[in-house]
C-alpha cells in the first residue's frame, strides 16, 4: 500500500527523475512519486531536505557537465528513466529590462529552458528506444503577461513551452508523451523570496500580480502543483500530450 493510504501504486515499477526536488513543488512531486510506487532520483545543487526515499545527485542542470552527471546517474542508480519533471527554476527579478546582465540572461535560459533541453537530448533517446516514457515541463503562468522587470525568466519559461509543444510532436510516434504544467503562485521559499524582492522594487501596480490573491482565494500549495504533475505521468492521461496545463486559482487570463 503507499504511504499516502490511497491503496493505489499507480507508478509501481516505473524510474523517475525530478529536477530540483530538495524543497518546494520538487519536493512535493517526488514525495507523491514515492507514495505511488516510483523509484526516484531527484537532484539540485545542494542537498537541502530531500524526501526519505529517494536517491540524490548533486548536480548544476544550468551546465553541460551537470546535465552529463544526472544522466549518469539515472543509469547507474535507475537502469534508465520513464519519466523525466524538469522543475528546477527561477530567477530574480530587476529593477527593469535594461538592468538583467548577459550574464542573467545567459544564466536564466541555463536554468528555465536549456537545462531541460540537455537533459532530454541525454535521456529521451532511451524513451525512444523502449517506445515509452513521459516527460514533464515546469513553466509559469507569469509568461502571459511578461513584465521587464523579470522578462528573462519568462522569456526563458516561454522558450520552454514552445520547446515542449515541439518534443512532444517530435516523440509522440514513438510512444513517448511530452507535457507542460503551469503553476501560478504558489506558497515555495523560492516564490516567497521573489516576491519580497519585486516588493522591495517596488514594482509598479498593473505590471504583475506578484502580490495579489488568486482568484480562488488562496496560494497554491506545492501539492496542487505536484498533483497536476502525477496526473500528467499517469495512465489517467494517456491520450494527453503537446497540452500545458495550467494550475493557477484563475490568477492569470490565458487564451
Known amino acids: 500500500m503507499s504511504r499516502n493510504g490511497s491503496g493505489t501504486l499507480e507508478l509501481a515499477g516505473k524510474r523517475a527523475l525530478v529536477t530540483g526536488g530538495s524543497r518546494g513543488i520538487g519536493a512535493a512531486v517526488v514525495r507523491q512519486f514515492l507514495d505511488a510506487g516510483a523509484d526516484v532520483l531527484t537532484t539540485a545543487r545542494a542537498a537541502g531536505t530531500v524526501p526519505e526515499g529517494a536517491s540524490f545527485v548533486e548536480a548544476d542542470v544550468r551546465t553541460r557537465a551537470g546535465a552529463q552527471a544526472i544522466a549518469v546517474a539515472a543509469e547507474e542508480r535507475l537502469g534508465g528513466v520513464d519519466i523525466i519533471v524538469h522543475n528546477a527554476g527561477?530567477?530574480?527579478?530587476?529593477?527593469?529590462?535594461?538592468?538583467?546582465?548577459?550574464?542573467?540572461?545567459?544564466?536564466a535560459l541555463d536554468l528555465n529552458f536549456l537545462a531541460s533541453v540537455r537533459l532530454d537530448s541525454l535521456l529521451a533517446e532511451g524513451m525512444r528506444e523502449r517506445r515509452s516514457g513521459v516527460i514533464v515541463h515546469v513553466s509559469s503562468a507569469a509568461v502571459t503577461t511578461p513584465v521587464g522587470q523579470f522578462l528573462h525568466y519568462t522569456a526563458a519559461k516561454a522558450a520552454l513551452e514552445n520547446y515542449s509543444r515541439g518534443l512532444a510532436s517530435e516523440l509522440a510516434p514513438f510512444g513517448v508523451r511530452v507535457n507542460t504544467v503551469t503553476p501560478g503562485r504558489t506558497a515555495t521559499p523560492g516564490g516567497?523570496?521573489?516576491?519580497?524582492?519585486?516588493?522591495?522594487?517596488?514594482?509598479?501596480?498593473?505590471?504583475?500580480?506578484?502580490?495579489?490573491?488568486?482568484?480562488?482565494?488562496?496560494?497554491?500549495?506545492?501539492?496542487?502543483?505536484?498533483?497536476?504533475?502525477?496526473?500528467?505521468?499517469?495512465?489517467?492521461?494517456?491520450?494527453?500530450?503537446?497540452?500545458?496545463?495550467?494550475v493557477d486559482g484563475g490568477e492569470f487570463p490565458r487564451g
Open 90 to 107: 527561477g530567477a530574480r527579478p530587476y529593477e527593469n529590462s535594461s538592468a538583467i546582465t548577459d550574464e542573467e540572461w545567459q544564466n
Open 192 to 246: 516567497a523570496a521573489t516576491r519580497e524582492e519585486w516588493a522591495r522594487l517596488n514594482a509598479a501596480p498593473g505590471q504583475t500580480n506578484a502580490g495579489d490573491t488568486p482568484p480562488l482565494g488562496r496560494d497554491g500549495e506545492p501539492d496542487d502543483i505536484a498533483h497536476a504533475v502525477m496526473f500528467l505521468v499517469s495512465d489517467k492521461a494517456s491520450w494527453l500530450t503537446g497540452s500545458n496545463l495550467v
